[in-house]
């Protein structure tokens, strides 16, 4: 005989006993692939281990900015010596530069992050259990929180619209998150097994197309629209970082050139200088207003 005890609280609120098909009768046995046991175990593997927006996320922070230095200072030694002007400590400000002055690039990966961190933290058992007042109010904080400082973060970058446009997406995908639990489309790690009910669960329809969308939005995002932006921002001519024009000795010689700051040394910049084609030392710098020092790759 099926036990008729209650359930435990399901992870982001609800229950799938609390559901009922669209047509009122009860059901036997699976529903469909999308709500097979092995696809929702093999999805919160996924989630639990960062998903695609891991291993994309870790991809890109590795080769974005060397694409970018590269073909900004034309490759080859430039390269090297770059990274060797900047130091260790500041090989980050490549991506960053790249991300601050870019608002598209910067709103996507915005978006991408906080969906990633927040599918993480539910997979592993991070959202409130059980319902009532209290585990609402809490599950919402935990929703909105990240939205709301990503949104806040790109208002004062980009400005008030492109903060606005950032939050609601990136609130969009992770309430996306939540229909997926809630539908039984994912179960945290602390809630895998459960009797033979949960598996014949099937919810209504707009929640599943809700859940579907978004997985594909998500999807998309991540391992398409990410990378097309941070390449095409790699390529497009611009420095990472301020482009100053300094005065520079030779020798024997003191001429203005351009440089790259790549960064401060007492009085002055050490940069990559563009007309002389190496690390230099530059004093009296003052910028030059555009960042621009080359042509886009798909212009050449």
């Not at 010596?81 to 130091?87: I, P, S, T």
């Not at 492109?162 to 939050?167: E, I, R």
């Not at 007309?275 to 886009?296: K, M, W, Y």
């Amino acid at each position: 005989m099926a036990d008729a005890r209650p359930q435990d609280g399901h992870p982001l609120g609800g229950h799938p006993r609390d559901a009922r098909p669209e047509d009122g009768r009860a059901e036997d046995g699976p529903t469909g692939p999308p709500y097979e046991e092995h696809g929702r175990e093999r999805a919160e593997r996924a989630d639990r281990k960062g998903g695609p927006g891991h291993t994309v996320l870790l991809a890109l922070a590795l080769a974005v900015p060397v694409t970018k230095v590269a073909y900004t200072v034309g490759g080859g030694d430039a390269v090297r010596d770059v990274f060797a002007g900047m130091e260790l400590s500041n090989w980050p400000d490549v991506l960053i530069g790249m991300v601050i002055t870019d608002p598209l690039l910067g709103s996507v990966l915005a978006v991408v992050v906080s969906r990633v961190v927040f599918a993480l933290f539910a997979a592993r058992g991070s959202v409130p259990l059980g319902g009532g007042f209290a585990g609402a109010a809490r599950r919402a904080a935990l929703t909105l929180v990240n939205p709301i400082a990503v949104g806040v973060i790109d208002a004062c970058l980009f400005g008030p619209w492109w903060g606005l446009a950032t939050g609601l997406t990136a609130y969009a995908l992770r309430q996306g998150v939540v229909v997926e639990y809630r539908t039984g489309r994912r179960r945290s790690h602390r809630h895998r097994s459960g009797p033979g009910p949960r598996s014949a669960y099937r919810p209504p329809r707009w929640p599943r197309r809700a859940a579907g969308c978004e997985r594909w939005v998500a999807l998309g995002l991540t391992v398409a629209v990410l990378p097309f932006l941070a390449f095409v921002s790699a390529l497009d001519g611009r420095a990472w970082t301020s482009v100053v024009e300094c005065r520079v000795t030779d020798g024997t010689r003191t001429r203005s050139d351009r440089l790259i700051e790549l960064g401060r040394e007492g009085d002055g910049v050490v940069g990559w200088n563009l007309d002389s084609g190496q690390i230099s030392n530059g004093l009296a710098c003052t910028s030059t207003g555009s960042l621009f020092v080359r042509e886009p790759w798909w212009r050449r």
